[in-house]
Nanobody, 124 residues
Framework: VQLQASGGGLVQAGDSLRLSCAVSGLTLSSYHMGWFRQIPGKEREFVAAISRTGISTDYLDSVKGRFTISRDTAKNIVVLQMNSLKPEDTAVYYC??????????????????WGQGTQVTVSS
């Protein structure tokens, strides 16, 4: 199983970025997918998740209305569209895959597979 995150970069506050997570070795219809972020010295933080059916999504409160998680099952990718970026969104962003039921998806410990991370830096 491989999860390959990409799309990070350096942008200004108010700009947008689109992160992609290319998944191989598993099918999105069998796993819930999540995005987390981490800054040095802090715990990995839940950002967004989408259920394996694609019906349910959830977000960190501070990104609601700005970020959107989606998936393309034909291409086996998961996308995090990030709009109206703020300096506090600066972090390394990781995608992850979780098996089982749609529960506790906000906990990084519940995920089975992780990508390598992509850096997002938002300047003020």
């Amino acid at each position: 199983v491989q999860l390959q995150a990409s799309g990070g970069g350096l942008v200004q506050a108010g700009d947008s970025l689109r992160l992609s997570c290319a998944v191989s070795g598993l099918t999105l219809s069998s796993y819930h997918m999540g995005w987390f972020r981490q800054i040095p010295g802090k715990e990995r933080e839940f950002v967004a998740a989408i259920s394996r059916t694609g019906i349910s999504t959830d977000y960190l409160d501070s990104v609601k209305g700005r970020f959107t998680i989606s998936r393309d099952t034909a291409k086996n990718i998961v996308v995090l569209q990030m709009n109206s970026l703020k300096p506090e969104d600066t972090a390394v962003y990781y995608c992850a895959a979780k098996s089982g039921i749609w529960f506790a998806y906000g906990s990084s410990a519940q995920y089975d597979y992780w990508g390598q991370g992509t850096q997002v830096t938002v300047s003020s």
